[in-house]
Each structure stands twice: as C-alpha cells, then as structure tokens.
T-cell receptor, first 112, second 111 residues
Framework: DTEVTQTPKHLVMGMTNKKSLKCEQHMGHRAMYWYKQKAKKPPELMFVYSYEKLSINESVPSRFSPECPNSSLLNLHLHALQPEDSALYLC???????????FGNGTRLTVT | DAKTTQPNSMESNEEEPVHLPCNHSTISGTDYIHWYRQLPSQGPEYVIHGLTSNVNNRMASLAIAEDRKSSTLILHRATLRDAAVYYCILTKTSGTYKYIFGTGTRLKVLA
C-alpha cells in the first residue's frame, strides 16, 4: 500500500473521450507531481504543483490538463488523446524540494 | 539540469552486497543526490538521499565521492525482492521542485 492513492488503476478510452485521473495524499505535502512512464523507460516529468499553483509544465500538449483543487488532490484531465499517449501515469508528492517523493502505483492508460 | 549516468543493468547473487554506481559530473554545490527504485508494476520508491556525507538507513547506504561527481548505492545483502530498476536523481535545493529521472540500472538478483 502507498500513501498516495491513484484512481482508477486502469483506464481504456477512445480518442474522442474525455476522462480524468485522480490522485490523493493526506500527508500534508505541499508539492504534487504528474509523471508519464512508457514501458521500459524512466518516468518523465509532466507537471509540478507547489502550494496548489502550477509551477512547472514540461511543454506537455494541451490535451493534458492538470488541476489541483486543494492541497490533497491532484487531477489530470484528458481529452482527445492519441494512441501514443498510452502509458503509466504516476502521481507523486513531497513535503518540499529537498524531501523524498512519495509515488502512487499509477494509472495504466490505454488509448484506442 | 544536471544529468546522471548509470549502467543499464547489473547482476548480483543473493545474500551478497551490491554496489550500484552513478556518475553526475555536472552536479552543482546545492544539488542533493536521491536514489529511488521501481519494482515491477509499482511506482518508484524512495531509497536514500544525501548531499555531501555518506548516509545509512535501513534499506541501504549511500557513498558520495569527495568531489561529489559520483556516488554509489550499496545494498548490503541483496535479496530476490531487491530486483528492480534503480534510479539516481539530482534535485535542486533552490528554485522549482524538479526531479528528473535518468535511465536507471536494472538489477537482477540471482538465487
């Protein structure tokens, strides 16, 4: 079990669908992250929220839209995705920039 | 962003120590060295981190070279459960929160 909970665990969506990934942590962490991981590759940073404000967007296409409604929740809204967006999407949180990251176990997304 | 270089894969026998190297020749004075590992079908898991001095915890030890251009993660007695991909990451202590993963080392533990 991890302290960062991601739902759903698996998601299959068509290219015209709109869906959302959810991430939740109750450790009081003030930084939250989205990473994308393709098979046999390292995680790639997508977005960073610090104190509920978007602080880093690693040039991610606009079909991915992050949202941080409060300090415990992080969402990733998906719209008009492509098959190449199929991947494991990982959420993480940390207390501050020097503290370790705590990862969830990810949402495995398949775009058909 | 400073980069890290790790061997693609390593093998170890069970119950023996494992030394996983990481080169980070462009590290700056305020960069912390973090290690994570990722077991199959799981998110990455924090292992250890340090700045200048060697560090020990219940999972592993971290040996940092005097010039900080390299570090070594030491697993004192490898078990089959330690088979994973190990990532060495540099993180800044100023500016934005940014953890960039390198390619990692896939550790295989032989029974």
């Amino acid at each position: 079990d991890t302290e960062v909970t991601q739902t759903p665990k698996h998601l299959v969506m068509g290219m015209t669908n709109k869906k959302s990934l959810k991430c939740e942590q109750h450790m009081g962490h003030r930084a939250m992250y989205w990473y994308k991981q393709k098979a046999k590759k390292p995680p790639e940073l997508m977005f960073v929220y610090s104190y509920e404000k978007l602080s880093i967007n690693e040039s991610v296409p606009s079909r991915f839209s992050p949202e941080c409604p409060n300090s415990s929740l992080l969402n990733l809204h998906l719209h008009a995705l492509q098959p190449e967006d199929s991947a494991l999407y990982l959420c993480a949180s940390s207390q501050d920039r020097r503290a370790p990251l705590h990862f969830g176990n990810g949402t495995r997304l398949t775009v058909t | 962003d400073a980069k890290t270089t790790q061997p693609n894969s390593m093998e170890s026998n069970e119950e023996e120590p494992v030394h996983l190297p990481c080169n980070h020749s462009t590290i700056s004075g305020t960069d912390y060295i973090h290690w994570y590992r990722q077991l199959p079908s799981q998110g990455p898991e924090y292992v250890i981190h340090g700045l200048t001095s060697n560090v020990n915890n219940r999972m592993a030890s971290l040996a940092i070279a005097e010039d900080r251009k390299s570090s070594t993660l030491i697993l004192h007695r490898a078990t089959l459960r330690d088979a994973a991909v190990y990532y060495c990451i540099l993180t800044k202590t100023s500016g934005t929160y940014k953890y960039i993963f390198g390619t990692g080392t896939r550790l295989k533990v032989l029974a």
